[in-house]
């Protein structure tokens, strides 16, 4: 009796996680759907790098020619993704900032953030989405896999990184570690990856 008592119990406590799993995985397909509803509806803030930091410390260190290179590549770095995602991103709209503007952003300042193409604040952009997305692109730290990986991640507007089956990052590499996504394929692969999930969470 004793040992079908505790078989039993054990019985129980199986079904039990079982059903907590299928609950919590539904719940996430339920909020992947709204996710992928109001991203189409908002938009998408892209925080460009600038490099500050260590911009800001070759310039300490008397190393200004140093530091005017390096802000010459990222300017260009930055001018060559906004139009990546102008040729590449059709999901919904797309606005561009500074990460060093992130914390304005995140506080409900957006507006006064936003860049035109020529990597100008333009306070004439106005982005009337309360529930708006951030992207980045380039290395992204992934605290559930707890390492660094190139690609390109989607945040919610607190910039809390989305959780699946919502495809909220792509890597830049494939299978094969030699073998990567330039810009354009990881941005039109993205994108191309939303597309399909808001199809599939329509039927």
Do not use: W
């Not at 299928?22 to 790098?49: D, F, P, S």
């Not at 260009?76 to 709209?93: A, D, G, S, W, Y």
């Not at 606005?95 to 100008?120: M, W």
């Not at 073998?179 to 399909?196: C, P």
Request: aromatic share 14%; charged share 25%.
């Amino acid at each position: 009796m004793k040992k079908i008592s505790l078989y039993s119990a054990a019985l129980v406590m199986c079904l039990f996680f079982y059903q907590t799993d299928l609950l919590a995985q539904k719940e996430k397909k339920e909020l992947g759907k709204q996710h992928i509803l109001q991203l189409e509806e908002t938009a998408m803030v892209v925080v460009l790098m600038t490099g500050s930091n260590k911009i800001n410390s070759l310039e300490k260190s008397n190393q200004q020619e140093k530091a005017d290179v390096l802000k010459n590549e990222n300017r260009q770095k930055q001018l060559e993704l906004i139009q990546v995602f102008k040729r590449n991103f059709t999901f919904c709209e797309v606005y561009f900032i500074f990460n060093t503007d992130l914390q304005k952003a995140k506080a409900g300042n957006l507006n006064d953030v936003l860049l035109d193409d020529s990597l100008e604040y333009n306070f004439k952009l106005q982005n009337h989405h309360p529930n708006f997305y951030f992207c980045r692109i380039g290395e992204i730290y992934f605290e559930t896999f707890g390492t660094t990986m190139d690609g390109i991640a989607l945040y919610d507007s607190s910039f809390n990184m989305l959780d699946p089956p919502f495809p909220y990052y792509l890597r830049r590499h494939y299978s094969l570690t030699f073998v990567h996504r330039d810009d354009d394929e990881l941005v039109f692969e993205f994108n191309d990856r939303l597309l399909k999930y808001q199809d599939k969470t329509q039927k």
